[in-house]
């Protein structure tokens, strides 16, 4: 099988996503992204990555770094509570509960992490954000990274406006033991479990109840019992945004914001063959938040050729190769269901009005495109409404695959 005309393999941070092919850096991408931003690193640590710096983010599997780093890329996103990670501040709410702040190591290699220890009191003892606005209709998530003291389980409860829902974690194995809302594990370290839990408003309403982290002491007790005044367990990193949940953003005395990610590649002075490309994208799909939010477009310029949501239908995650511009409107309109937070291969190859689609290994039927496709010299992250994306493995070729060869090339 020939080589690709272009190949980017994640190995590095800094102003460029770096292409191994070509060799003389025409293929590499520019990078920008105008304020700080966190990743996972190397050593499975939260660290803080500066303006303009690009993120290579490293998996977690069964709470060790597993496999190659991605690159990571999400549009804007802001951390809507304050002091995330000191819950002594008066703009926590303490219920039955007191905090001892900077007592072990967070997530982030810091001794930042508070401890929430129950009262002598009986009752229900939980910590919360209070005033917090919501708007009916408008998709949030919550998120906060919690690890076992003397309790090891805990409930999460979120408020739409009109609903509560909760969520039973047990902090031991990092499971859902039960639950009414979209709630998921993130992060697994160092005895370290992120939890996240998304919601619909269902109303347009300022409230104190945006995230209640519950103690628990017992894995089917209830939330109230009387406390010992000693046991507990730890909190760091709380996070609420407009929504899927995103990479962590630190705040202190007001809100935070990590501005859009731009990723461009310009290879037109590359050697091509008109009409004639087929391109093979590794990646993990984040979630998008609304009809058409594009992870990657491929164009000339003009025309266009994107990988974007297609269905924001409750909390679905639908994507699909869609073209637009000259010549192009209807290019491939399946519907293709990819599996979020999991690694998904693409690969489309086009001569003419001739194309091919494989996913995973497999054949996918498409309708029959219209129009030419453009020869791609422009690859973006950047244009439009983005979704976030982990680029593993971007490949370009100028040539027209067979179907075996590319159901090949996507096999994961």
């Not at 269905?311 to 599996?339: C, E, R, W």
């Amino acid at each position: 099988m020939a080589k690709p005309k272009l190949a980017l393999i994640p190995a590095t941070q800094g102003s460029k996503l770096y292409s191994v092919l070509p060799a003389d850096g025409v293929g590499d991408f520019d990078f920008s992204r105008g304020s700080a931003a966190t990743r996972i690193n190397k050593d499975g640590l939260i660290e803080t990555v500066a303006s303009g710096v690009s993120r290579l983010n490293y998996p977690l599997i069964d709470g060790v770094v597993s496999g190659c780093p991605s690159h990571l890329l999400e549009p804007q996103r802001t951390n809507l509570f304050t002091y995330s990670e000191d819950l002594t501040k008066a703009t926590w709410d303490k219920e039955s509960c007191f905090i001892t702040p900077n007592l072990i190591i967070a997530p982030d290699g810091t001794l930042t992490a508070d401890k929430v220890t129950e009262s002598v009191v009986w009752g229900a003892h939980y910590y919360k954000k209070i005033d917090v606005s919501l708007t009916n209709g408008v998709k949030y998530t919550a998120s906060v990274f919690l690890k076992k003291g003397e309790r090891d389980r805990t409930v999460i409860r979120v408020f739409d406006g009109v609903n509560s829902f909760s969520n039973q974690i047990n902090l031991n194995t990092g499971i859902i033991e039960n639950g009414d809302a979209n709630a998921k594990i993130f992060y697994n370290f160092n005895g370290w479990i992120g939890i996240e839990v998304t919601f619909i408003a269902a109303a347009t309403i300022v409230t104190s109840f945006a995230l209640r982290v519950h103690l628990m002491p017992f894995q089917f007790g209830g939330t109230q019992y009387a406390g010992d005044g000693v046991s507990g367990f730890y909190a760091w990193g709380n996070q609420f945004e407009i929504g899927n949940r995103t990479s962590y953003i630190p705040t202190v005395a007001s809100t935070e914001t990590r501005l859009v990610e731009n990723c461009n590649n310009d290879f037109s002075i590359l050697p091509t063959i008109a009409n004639t490309t087929t391109i093979v994208l590794k990646f993990i799909a984040k979630g998008f938040e609304n009809n058409f939010d594009e992870l990657l477009r491929f164009s000339d310029g003009t025309n266009q050729i994107a990988l974007e949501g297609f269905s924001n239908i409750s909390f679905n995650n639908n994507y699909n190769i869609y073209g637009d511009g000259t010549g192009g409107a209807g290019m491939v309109t399946n519907n293709l269901q990819l599996t979020t937070n999991s690694i998904n291969i693409i690969s489309f190859s086009y001569s003419g009005t001739s194309l091919r689609f494989s996913h995973n290994g497999n054949t996918i039927a498409t309708n029959a495109p219209t129009g030419n496709f453009p020869t791609i010299t422009k690859i973006s992250h950047s244009i439009g409404n983005l979704s976030s994306i982990e680029i593993l493995e971007l490949k370009v070729y100028n040539d027209f695959k067979t179907q075996e060869d590319l159901n090949s090339l996507t096999t994961i």
